[in-house]
């Protein structure tokens, strides 16, 4: 599969790419992940005066309706540079769900936030034990007059230390695993009895444990519906993701290209032993099969395919598969300097293995797509 892009998604793609070899070379964003904050605001509000965090978004609530076809193009060109910044997070998660299920008082009070770069948001649902489950859910939510009180924990909640407003999953009815009674919940990140204990990831993002004690929230969408709300949202996160982690497929394979003539062993440039050759050309193949899968998954979640689902767990695997073996390939052909925290090589294997169990690793989602097909 091969997408043709019109005008305006080829202008898209060369100003992503511009922006990005002008200013997030490697070791810019080495200084940005090492930094206290661990991401750059200014980047970010760069990103917004550009137009990406408006891209996915609908004309309707301010953004420029490009889809999921424009957060393919902008992930992409993100994990060829190992960018940080929260997009998927704020922008494809939060903003995702914000758009599809909030009121329109909520669209018209947080998206522009989003759109302008003064907002960011993440996305509270792992809990500990609950695997990828999203219907595994022990925060409780009580109502309390007009509002809602959260009580209970999040593990592993990426982007949250960044974030202005967090999405909270959390059970209004129902027992721990019931798809039903699960709901979802706006909370300012700073709001009184939540404590954040914040870590550094190993691909060099920040996430948090966070804890709720009788924390205010603000329903999204209708009560119980939250595992619905959230199935979507985690279809169109892993095409993002999926994206990203072509992207840095591709990058790795451009590295070891050209490692592989520069290097030299026995008197001669290692590109030239038949065997890495061999082994080149299959991480050449695994990568034109993710990328060819990839954009299949993006067409199909434009148009609402039904069934997209189950691609989309298809594409999480398969991709996850490829990314490992190009990662793994990359590492052990660039030797004892692929494990090196000077070269980016090393950065990309970290990124792919952080992708690969965001939302489920490969083994669920080829367990989830059978799973799915059968049903079918």
């Given at each position: 599969m091969?997408i043709?892009f019109t005008e305006?998604?080829?202008l898209?793609?060369?100003?992503?790419?511009?922006?990005?070899r002008d200013?997030?070379g490697?070791d810019?964003?080495?200084?940005?992940?090492a930094s206290e904050?661990?991401?750059s605001?200014?980047?970010?509000?760069?990103?917004?005066e550009?137009?990406l965090?408006?891209?996915p978004?609908?004309?309707?609530?301010g953004?420029?309706g490009?889809?999921?076809?424009?957060?393919?193009?902008v992930?992409?060109?993100?994990?060829?540079h190992?960018?940080v910044?929260p997009?998927v997070?704020?922008?494809?998660l939060?903003?995702g769900?914000l758009?599809?299920v909030?009121?329109?008082e909520q669209?018209?009070?947080?998206?522009?936030?989003?759109?302008a770069?003064?907002?960011?948001?993440?996305?509270a649902?792992?809990e500990?034990?609950?695997r990828f489950?999203?219907?595994?859910v022990?925060?409780?939510?009580?109502r309390?007059?007009?509002?809602y009180?959260?009580?209970?924990?999040k593990t592993?909640v990426i982007?949250a230390p960044w974030?202005?407003f967090?999405i909270?999953?959390?059970?209004t009815?129902?027992q721990q695993?019931?798809?039903?009674?699960?709901?979802?919940f706006?909370?300012?990140?700073r709001?009184?009895?939540?404590?954040?204990q914040s870590?550094?990831?190993?691909?060099?993002r920040?996430?948090?444990?966070i804890?709720?004690r009788?924390?205010a929230?603000?329903?999204?969408g209708e009560?119980g519906?939250?595992?619905?709300?959230l199935?979507a949202c985690?279809?169109?996160a892993?095409g993002?993701?999926?994206?990203?982690a072509?992207?840095?497929?591709a990058?790795l394979?451009?590295?070891?290209l050209d490692y592989?003539k520069t290097?030299?062993q026995?008197g001669?440039?290692i590109?030239?032993?038949?065997?890495l050759q061999?082994?080149?050309?299959?991480?050449f193949?695994a990568?034109?099969?993710?990328?060819s899968?990839?954009?299949?998954?993006?067409?199909s979640?434009d148009a609402?395919?039904?069934?997209v689902?189950?691609?989309?767990?298809?594409?999480?695997?398969k991709i996850g598969y490829?990314?490992r073996f190009?990662?793994?390939?990359?590492?052990?052909?660039?030797?004892g300097?692929?494990m090196t925290e000077e070269?980016?090589?090393?950065h990309?294997?970290?990124?792919?293995s952080?992708i690969?169990?965001q939302?489920?690793?490969p083994?669920?989602h080829l367990l989830?797509?059978?799973?799915?097909d059968?049903?079918a």
């Open positions: 091969d043709q305006e998604q080829e898209l793609r060369s100003s992503v790419q511009r922006l990005l200013q997030y490697f810019a964003r080495r200084k940005t992940v904050e661990g991401y605001r200014s980047q970010w509000q760069s990103f917004a550009l137009g965090l408006a891209a978004f609908s004309e309707d609530v953004g420029l490009g889809g999921a076809l424009s957060t393919m193009i992930m992409q060109e993100f994990g060829r190992l960018v910044e997009f997070e704020t922008v494809v939060a903003g769900l758009e599809r909030g009121s329109a669209k018209q009070a947080f998206i522009p936030g989003i759109i770069g003064t907002r960011t948001w993440a996305l649902w792992t500990k034990n609950s489950d999203l219907a595994n022990t925060t409780t939510a009580r309390q007059g007009n509002d009180v959260l009580t209970g924990g592993a982007g974030a202005d967090l909270v999953s959390a059970r009815s129902g695993r019931d798809r039903g009674g699960v709901s979802l706006v909370v300012d990140r709001a009184a009895n939540l404590a954040l870590f550094k990831t190993i691909d060099g920040r996430a948090a444990e804890s709720l009788g924390v929230g603000q329903l999204l009560e519906k939250g595992v619905a709300a199935e985690r279809d169109r892993m993002a993701l999926c994206a990203e072509v992207g840095a497929m990058e394979n451009a590295a070891t592989s290097r030299k026995f001669t440039t590109g030239s032993f038949q065997v061999h082994r080149m050309v299959d991480m193949i990568h034109q099969e993710a990328l899968l990839m954009q299949h998954l993006t067409l979640l609402g395919e039904p069934g689902s189950r691609l989309a767990s298809g594409s999480k695997s490829a990314g190009i990662s793994d390939q990359a590492v052990q052909l660039h030797g300097m692929g070269l980016n090589v090393g990309y294997f970290k990124r792919i952080s690969n169990i939302f489920g690793d083994a669920f989830r797509y059978a799973q799915l059968a049903a």
